[in-house]
């Protein structure tokens, strides 16, 4: 059974999240001004915002269904430990008090139960301890913050860009 993908999913089955355009198609060469250009790139930070905001929300709802899956071990270990089937267990020690004294034989069991609880809860622990930190969008939101810390602090530089003057005599800073 093949999965079909939405229209707010990738084939990834990850929710699709907006994107920033590299370029404006609409616009000319030399028809920007600089309110267009603060325009635009407000509009770019708001949407890498929100995309940021939604691979968070992928990440960490991936990670809370393993958290889910890792905790069915753990009710598996409290349904044997509560709604163990007594009928089986009582044949087994009595089946071994035929070759031990009654007691013993009834302990080996209920140390045979206890085993079975405690693999349970390891399979559980193992299951609950392979859940990570959302790293994509720690590392995403790392380099933004750079990049905004980075045009914040520096006044016009000269070693990295040059300033160019339009044709309407606006000056547009190339990065």
Same mark, same amino acid.
């Given at each position: *059974? ?10 990834? $089955? ?13 616009? $000319? ?9 603060? /325009?635009?790139?407000? @509009?770019?930070?708001s949407t890498l915002v929100r995309a940021e905001v939604e691979? @968070? /929300? ?6 809370? /269904? /393993? $958290? ?55 399979? $559980? ?15 995403? *939101? ?19 860009? @040059? ?13």
């Amino acid at each position: *059974m093949a999965h079909v993908t939405s229209a707010r999913e990738n084939t990834n $089955g990850l929710p699709r999240v907006p994107s920033i355009p590299l370029a404006d198609e609409s616009a $000319g060469e030399g028809d920007q001004s600089i309110g267009n250009l603060v /325009k635009d790139a407000t @509009a770019h930070l708001s949407t890498l915002v929100r995309a940021e905001v939604e691979l @968070a /929300k992928s990440e960490v709802a991936g990670e809370i /269904k /393993k $958290g889910l899956k890792g905790s069915v071990w753990f009710i598996l270990a409290l349904v044997i430990l509560l709604y163990s089937s007594f009928f089986f267990f009582f044949f087994a020690a009595e089946l071994l008090a035929e070759w031990l004294p009654r007691w013993a034989a009834f302990l080996i069991v209920f140390g045979a139960m206890l085993g079975a609880v405690g693999l349970a809860v390891l399979m $559980g622990v193992r299951k609950l301890k392979s859940i990570r930190a959302p790293k994509r969008t720690i590392e995403t *939101m790392r380099e933004n913050a750079a990049v905004l810390r980075h045009r914040g602090e520096s006044e016009p530089a000269t070693e990295g860009g @040059a300033t160019l003057a339009r044709p309407d005599g606006d000056a547009v800073r190339r990065v």
